[in-house]
């Protein structure tokens, strides 16, 4: 028994609400961002105040939220592309 072969044509226009869709993904990404920079500052502000009472955990807490908040933001930016990338990869498979 044969199969008939099948494809794969992402896009946003296909069903009603791909519009809105798109929005309240890119909305969830804004959302993201604004966490991770909240994050960056509470986690800088931690660093600081730990290095200058020589609280050495505190210092440390805020260097892992400063490295996690930079790490978030470099993946919620790349985020469509490595989508992309493995959707793209997955095509190839044969």
């Known amino acids: 028994?044969?199969?008939?072969?099948?494809?794969?044509?992402?896009?946003?226009?296909?069903?009603?609400?791909?519009?809105a869709l798109q929005q309240i993904a890119d909305g969830i990404a804004a959302w993201a961002l604004i966490g991770a920079l909240i994050a960056l500052l509470i986690g800088a502000a931690l660093w600081a105040v730990g290095s200058h009472t020589q609280n050495m955990h505190q210092s440390a807490s805020g260097r892992r939220a400063v490295g996690t908040s930079l790490v978030a933001a470099v993946l919620i930016g790349a985020a469509p592309?490595?989508?992309?990338?493995?959707?793209?990869?997955?095509?190839?498979?044969?």
Do not use: K
């Open 1 to 19: 028994m044969l199969f008939a072969d099948v494809t794969l044509t992402p896009s946003t226009t296909a069903l009603p609400g791909g519009a």
């Open 81 to 94: 592309s490595l989508v992309n990338f493995f959707f793209h990869t997955g095509l190839s498979v044969h």
